[in-house]
C-alpha cells in the first residue's frame, strides 16, 4: 500500500456510486477488479451457495474475478469441499479474514492443500463476508499478497461487497425479464425458462446448461427456480413432469 493512507470512506461511497451506473456483469467485476486493487487485493469471487443436502452442496460464482487458472484448477479438484474458507463461511454471518479461519491440517490435509495452491497464485490473505438468503448461502471474497485491514478499510470492504453482490443478483434478475417472451395463451413460463427445463429433462447440469446456452450458470439457476414457483413443483425433477404434463416442453 502507498505511504499516504487511503481515504477509503470516500473509495467506498465512489465505487457506489459507479455501480449505479454499471449495466453489465462485465462491468461489475472490471470495476470491482479496480476498486479492490485500492486495497491489496488481486482477486475476488462473488458466489452462491444453494441449499441443498450436505454431499450435494457446490459453489456457484455469480461472479468471478479469481485468477483463471486457479478457477480451473479449483473446480477440476472439487476444492470446495475442503476448502476451510467456505467451510467457515457456512458456519458463520459475520465477515472474517482468512488468517482468523483455525483448521487443523493434520485432520484435514487437503484444506491446506487448498490454502497452500491458492498462495502460489497470491492469494496469501483474504476478507469474506458471507450473506444468508433464503434459497441460498452467498458470500464474497476477495484476496491478495497483503491487503490492508486497517479498521476503516474493513468497514469500507464490507459496504463495497455488499453493494456488489446487491447488482450483481439485479443484472442476473434483470437479464432474464429482458429476455423473457410475452405470456401467449396458457403458456405461462418464458422461453428462457422452457430452455432450461429441456436441456434439465435431458439429464444436463446446471452448468453444462450454461455453456450450451452461452449464459451464466447463476442465470440457469434463476430460471429454474423461476419455472419451479411458477410450476407448484419442489425441485427441478418435479418442474420437468409438470411443464411436460402441461406441454410447455416436450422431450
Given at each position: 500500500?502507498?505511504?499516504?493512507?487511503?481515504?477509503?470512506?470516500?473509495?467506498?461511497?465512489?465505487?457506489?456510486?459507479?455501480?449505479?451506473?454499471?449495466?453489465?456483469?462485465?462491468?461489475?467485476?472490471?470495476?470491482?477488479?479496480?476498486?479492490?486493487?485500492?486495497?491489496?487485493?488481486?482477486s475476488?469471487?462473488?458466489?452462491?451457495?444453494?441449499?441443498?443436502?450436505?454431499?450435494?452442496?457446490k459453489?456457484?460464482?455469480?461472479?468471478?474475478?479469481?485468477?483463471?487458472?486457479?478457477?480451473?484448477?479449483?473446480?477440476?479438484?472439487?476444492?470446495?469441499?475442503?476448502d476451510?474458507?467456505?467451510?467457515?463461511?457456512?458456519?458463520?454471518?459475520?465477515?472474517?479474514?482468512?488468517s482468523?479461519?483455525?483448521?487443523?491440517?493434520?485432520?484435514?490435509?487437503?484444506?491446506?492443500?487448498v490454502?497452500?495452491?491458492?498462495?502460489?497464485?497470491?492469494?496469501?490473505?483474504?476478507f469474506?463476508?458471507?450473506?444468508?438468503?433464503?434459497e441460498?448461502?452467498?458470500?464474497?471474497?476477495?484476496?491478495?499478497e497483503?491487503?490492508?485491514?486497517?479498521?476503516?478499510?474493513?468497514?469500507?470492504?464490507?459496504?463495497?461487497?455488499?453493494?456488489?453482490?446487491?447488482?450483481?443478483?439485479?443484472?442476473?434478475?434483470?437479464?432474464?425479464?429482458?429476455n423473457?417472451?410475452?405470456?401467449?395463451?396458457?403458456?405461462?413460463?418464458?422461453?428462457?425458462?422452457?430452455?432450461?427445463?429441456?436441456?434439465?429433462?435431458?439429464?444436463?447440469?446446471?452448468?453444462?446448461?450454461?455453456?450450451i446456452?452461452g449464459?451464466?450458470?447463476a442465470?440457469?439457476?434463476?430460471?429454474?427456480?423461476?419455472?419451479?414457483a411458477?410450476?407448484?413443483?419442489?425441485?427441478?425433477?418435479?418442474?420437468?413432469?409438470?411443464?411436460?404434463?402441461?406441454?410447455?416442453?416436450?422431450?
Amino acid at each position: 500500500m502507498s505511504a499516504i493512507v487511503a481515504d477509503y470512506r470516500k473509495v467506498a461511497f465512489d465505487a457506489i456510486d459507479e455501480f449505479d451506473r454499471i449495466a453489465t456483469p462485465h462491468q461489475v467485476v472490471r470495476h470491482m477488479a479496480s476498486t479492490l486493487s485500492q486495497f491489496g487485493f488481486s482477486s475476488f469471487l462473488v458466489l452462491s451457495i444453494p441449499n441443498a443436502p450436505q454431499s450435494e452442496l457446490k459453489q456457484i460464482a455469480l461472479l468471478n474475478g479469481w485468477p483463471q487458472e486457479w478457477s480451473s484448477l479449483y473446480e477440476r479438484e472439487q476444492y470446495f469441499r475442503h476448502d476451510p474458507m467456505a467451510a467457515w463461511a457456512m458456519r458463520t454471518a459475520d465477515p472474517f479474514k482468512w488468517s482468523d479461519v483455525r483448521y487443523d491440517p493434520d485432520r484435514n490435509p487437503q484444506a491446506a492443500v487448498v490454502m497452500r495452491n491458492a498462495a502460489d497464485f497470491g492469494m496469501k490473505e483474504g476478507f469474506a463476508i458471507p450473506i444468508v438468503r433464503t434459497e441460498s448461502l452467498d458470500a464474497i471474497t476477495m484476496a491478495g499478497e497483503r491487503p490492508d485491514f486497517d479498521h476503516t478499510a474493513k468497514r469500507a470492504i464490507h459496504l463495497i461487497g455488499l453493494y456488489a453482490h446487491s447488482k450483481t443478483l439485479a443484472l442476473i434478475r434483470n437479464h432474464d425479464v429482458r429476455n423473457n417472451d410475452a405470456v401467449r395463451g396458457q403458456k405461462v413460463l418464458s422461453r428462457g425458462e422452457r430452455e432450461a427445463l429441456t436441456w434439465t429433462a435431458a439429464g444436463k447440469s446446471s452448468w453444462e446448461i450454461s455453456v450450451i446456452l452461452g449464459i451464466s450458470e447463476a442465470t440457469v439457476i434463476w430460471r429454474i427456480q423461476r419455472a419451479c414457483a411458477k410450476l407448484n413443483a419442489v425441485n427441478r425433477t418435479q418442474a420437468v413432469v409438470n411443464a411436460i404434463r402441461a406441454k410447455e416442453i416436450s422431450i
